[in-house]
């Protein structure tokens, strides 16, 4: 595609996320320029805005499945609006005001297409590899045409905090719903940056590993940047990334801490192999790609599990903490082993999990023989690229560019990704 008239010039995007951690929304005022290979960011604010307390356990409890009114259900929508709105405008202070947001919202529930890696068997029995078949029969059904009623089922992901509002309040315009399109011709909607990825992070010579942990870890493998390479991108959901350490933190530290900090308490203790290799059995980690997950299985009732598989080995809070960390290094390595065409060259770490540092240690002895960085390192803020991916999102649906990768959502073709709602005060001034 060869940049138009309209894209010579920058445009100055927000980005909004939070996370299913539910840590608070990652804001990125971001500079742009370019559209694919040619594309440019610069990131000028980032920050992480907390949610009210009260408004946080709310979302916790509904990604949990706690029953709701449909009332209840709508004010914790407008409440969500409200805060990536005060999120929006807080970033530009000091700052030239956008004329762009991209809101990804707040997930409070995920459901991949045919039910794959929601709930789910914990093992790898008979009837785990008996669903699994049908899982895999769905999936490549899938990629043939789109899903009916009378198919495969087609998947469904809500996202809180709904754009018309964000550009009412702002007064920007605002794009938002940004996995609905994939999800409705049959992909899973996730993950969504590969795309973004694929044009800030691909190297000519070196095939890269982008892992991202957030509540939920996630992988694009960009091979390097010759012949037919976007079209060879793979991504998928790894499986927990930070949700069960926190949700973990939290149970052992009896509500006192919420996260453990760089992964220090879990460094004071020792992981129980044995423990690990067994919860590797659940079916998720076992399904190809195309795939995704949430909260939905790797949640609370997960994390209950655990702690009653935990009890026969007699482990103390730092080494159960030690375990699960090292249930998440294990199954992204083990990921990359089982359904990468080959090992990368490099693996670029981002989101929340980038910054626990006993984490990575644990994926660098995993992976000897590969470099683990973070995306720091080479230029690209580990902390808010997320926010800044789904600000170049926005950037690209303004423009009328496709958003996902068929490669890495299972959809059948590339889509325009999220809705777009202008506030009046938005169309005047481009009338003007």
Do not use: M
């Given at each position: 595609m060869h940049p138009t008239e309209e894209t010579a010039v920058s445009t100055r995007v927000i980005g909004l996320i939070s996370g299913t951690s539910v840590d608070g929304i990652d804001a990125a005022l971001v500079e742009i320029s370019g559209t694919e290979l040619d594309l440019k960011i610069e990131l000028l604010a980032g920050a992480t805005y907390p949610y009210p307390a009260q408004l946080r356990e709310k979302i916790l409890a509904v990604g949990a499945g706690v029953a709701i009114s449909m009332a209840e259900l709508a004010e914790i929508d407008d409440a969500i609006a409200q805060v990536f709105a005060q999120a929006a405008q807080n970033i530009q202070l000091?700052?030239?005001?956008?004329?762009?947001?991209?809101?990804?919202?707040?997930?409070?529930?995920?459901?991949?297409?045919?039910?794959?890696?929601?709930?789910?068997?914990?093992?790898?029995?008979?009837?785990?590899?008996?669903?699994?078949?049908?899982?895999?029969?769905?999936?490549?059904?899938?990629?043939?045409?789109?899903?009916?009623?009378?198919?495969?089922?087609?998947?469904?992901?809500?996202?809180?905090?709904?754009?018309?509002?964000?550009?009412?309040?702002?007064?920007?315009?605002?794009?938002?719903?940004?996995?609905?399109?994939?999800?409705?011709?049959?992909?899973?909607?996730?993950?969504?940056?590969?795309?973004?990825?694929?044009?800030?992070?691909?190297?000519?010579?070196?095939?890269?590993?982008?892992?991202?942990?957030?509540?939920?870890?996630?992988?694009?493998?960009?091979?390097?940047?010759?012949?037919?390479?976007?079209?060879?991108?793979?991504?998928?959901?790894?499986?927990?990334?930070?949700?069960?350490?926190?949700?973990?933190?939290?149970?052992?530290?009896?509500?006192?801490?919420?996260?453990?900090?760089?992964?220090?308490?879990?460094?004071?203790?020792?992981?129980?192999?044995?423990?690990?290799?067994?919860?590797?059995?659940?079916?998720?980690?076992?399904?190809?790609?195309?795939?995704?997950?949430?909260?939905?299985?790797?949640?609370?009732?997960?994390?209950?599990?655990?702690?009653?598989?935990?009890?026969?080995?007699?482990?103390?809070?730092?080494?159960?903490?030690?375990?699960l960390t090292e249930l998440t290094a294990a199954s992204i390595v083990h990921s990359y082993r089982t359904f990468l065409p080959e090992m990368p060259q490099r693996v670029l770490l981002c989101g929340g999990g980038s910054r626990n540092l006993y984490l990575k240690r644990r994926l660098e002895l995993l992976l000897p023989s590969i470099p683990v960085l973070t995306t720091d390192e080479i230029g690209l803020s580990a902390d808010f690229k997320e926010a800044i991916a789904f600000a170049i999102l926005a950037y690209w649906r303004h423009l009328g560019i496709p958003g996902n990768l068929p490669t890495a959502t299972g959809a059948p073709q590339e889509v325009l990704l999220g809705e777009i709602h202008q506030s009046q005060y938005s169309v005047i001034r481009h009338e003007q």
């Open positions: 000091g700052h030239q005001p956008a004329t762009l947001i991209g809101s990804h919202g707040q997930t409070v529930y995920h459901r991949p297409p045919g039910g794959a890696g929601e709930q789910g068997s914990r093992g790898a029995g008979e009837q785990g590899e008996q669903g699994r078949r049908e899982i895999l029969i769905s999936n490549s059904s899938l990629a043939q045409r789109p899903a009916t009623a009378n198919s495969t089922p087609l998947g469904y992901s809500l996202q809180l905090g709904r754009g018309a509002l964000i550009a009412h309040l702002t007064g920007i315009t605002t794009v938002s719903n940004f996995r609905v399109a994939d999800i409705a011709i049959g992909g899973h909607g996730a993950p969504l940056v590969p795309r973004v990825d694929a044009y800030l992070l691909s190297h000519p010579e070196e095939g890269r590993c982008i892992q991202n942990i957030g509540g939920i870890g996630n992988v694009a493998y960009i091979p390097p940047r010759h012949g037919d390479w976007l079209s060879k991108i793979r991504a998928w959901d790894t499986g927990p990334g930070n949700s069960l350490l926190d949700l973990a933190v939290e149970h052992l530290s009896a509500g006192a801490k919420t996260y453990d900090e760089n992964g220090n308490w879990a460094a004071s203790g020792t992981p129980c192999h044995p423990l690990v290799e067994q919860w590797l059995n659940q079916d998720y980690f076992h399904l190809p790609p195309p795939k995704s997950t949430g909260r939905e299985l790797f949640g609370v009732t997960y994390l209950h599990e655990c702690l009653k598989d935990a009890q026969a080995y007699q482990l103390n809070a730092a080494d159960l903490l030690a375990t």
